[in-house]
């Protein structure tokens, strides 16, 4: 089976069946696919080969149905494994670690990602430059996200995610790729969070997501010069061999001095960091990327720290929403998170 893509990437379907094992249920797969089961149950797919035991989700065994089929996997040496999510009652869904495949040009990599399925709204949280998904470690704590369905991504070159070296690191290739995990959910109602420059990598998404999104949160993310200021443009002022050797380093002891509260430095790729940041630059100069913000048709807003409130990117987002959020700076999730997610709540709950 088929699963349909986009024109850069392919993924096949093939069931293994399950196995019980008192009240549980492990199933191999090989690829994505998204099933109703009934009784409240959903069956999501998880690539992970990486993983070195099964994920393993407690349910009754009376609501279980038999998976058959074709026993034809696609990638025969990887070995991958399908989740439960049993739909939310009295308490929240599940977070779950995922990885998700993906095969792009020829070249094949893992995404890792936080996921909760919960509810039809979906919640897709991306990261900036050096950080990861713990960017947004909070949102699983705040109940008032419960109905939510959440995807928290590490972007390739970071996190728990692979890092290729035959990917380019472009932002537009970023989105590609995050619009391929976008496609495993496609009964849900998106609304994009986006964070420095998982802001422009969202901005960026192909035309068919942006349109269909309900809503999207800008997050200090690049649209203009000014944006590239504090770690990209300073990042390709000198040659990656010079960078390596000489900033590098420096910006990992300002990480570990911060106590890691902010950057993910230490699971993050020098080579992705220094590409990224040349690609970034770029979109960040040529002004598309303010454009493609002002051109959403879907409910938007902008959201900074008050410190950073008159910041030029804010001056040139006249008559357009935005959102200061006090006692915070450019991670405002994390520096006032009660204040942030009152914001992000207001906005996906309109009407």
């Known amino acids: 089976v088929t699963y349909p893509t986009s024109t850069k990437s392919t993924r096949s379907l093939s069931w293994f069946g399950p196995f019980l094992v008192d009240h549980m249920m492990i199933c191999t797969c090989h690829s994505h696919y998204v099933s109703d089961l009934g009784d409240g149950l959903r069956l999501r797919r998880v690539l992970s080969h990486g993983l070195n035991q099964p994920i393993i989700q407690r349910v009754a065994p009376s609501t279980l149905a038999f998976i058959g089929g074709d026993v034809r996997p696609r990638y025969s040496r990887f070995r991958s494994y399908l989740n439960i999510f049993a739909a939310p009652h009295d308490n929240p869904a599940p977070m779950t670690e995922i990885t998700y495949t993906i095969v792009s040009d020829g070249s094949r990599f893992d995404i890792v990602a936080s996921v909760r399925d919960a509810g039809e709204d979906l919640l897709v949280f991306l990261h900036g430059l050096g950080c ?24 390739p070159g970071h996190g728990n995610s692979d890092r290729p070296r035959a990917f380019s690191y472009a932002m537009e290739d970023y989105a590609i790729a995050c619009a391929d995990v976008l496609s495993f959910f496609p009964s849900k109602r998106i609304h994009i969070v986006g964070h420095s420059m998982g802001g422009a990598i969202g901005l960026l998404l192909p035309g068919d997501v942006l349109l269909s999104a309900a809503s999207f949160v800008n997050v200090e993310g690049n649209m203009t010069p000014e944006d590239c200021a504090w770690a990209s443009r300073r990042t390709i002022s000198v040659p990656y061999e010079q960078f390596l050797a000489d900033a590098w380093p420096g910006f990992v002891k300002d990480y570990e001095d911060e106590g890691k509260r902010f950057h993910s430095l230490d699971r993050v790729s020098p080579d992705a960091f220094y590409r990224s940041a040349e690609s970034l630059v770029e979109w960040s100069d040529n002004g598309e990327l303010l454009r493609a913000y002002r051109d959403l048709v879907c409910r938007k807003l902008y959201i900074c720290g008050d410190r950073n409130a ?33 914001a992000l709540r207001m906005l996906v709950e309109m009407d």
């Open 310 to 342: 008159d910041h030029p990117t804010v001056s040139s987002l006249e008559r357009l929403d935005v959102e200061a959020i006090p006692n915070s700076g450019h991670f405002s999730m994390i520096d006032n998170p009660d204040g942030f997610y009152a």
């Open 132 to 155: 990861s998904k713990s960017t947004w470690r909070d949102v699983w704590s705040r109940r008032e996200f419960d109905s939510f369905s959440i995807l928290c991504l590490d972007l």
